[in-house]
């Protein structure tokens, strides 16, 4: 539950930009749209493989932008 201190001279809308802001760094909707389908383990796994040799990839200067 994300609880928000407001001073009563604060406008809704500053309220509301930090409430949105506070959710987007919970990354609630992240983790929901995560678990809509079912992802076997070893395709996860082999995601994670393919994302981590990207980095490695990127940071050794192997792509050219």
Known sequence: MLIIDSKDCEN????LKK???KFEKSKVLLQLRAR???IKP???????VLKAVY???LSQGK???
């Not at 070893?42 to 994670?48: K, L, N, Q, T, Y």
């Open 55 to 57: 980095k490695q990839q």
């Open 12 to 15: 809704i809308d500053k309220a």
């Open 19 to 21: 409430y949105k802001k």
């Open 36 to 38: 809509q389908a079912f």
């Open 42 to 48: 070893s395709i996860r796994r082999r995601g994670e």
């Open 63 to 65: 792509f050219d932008k």
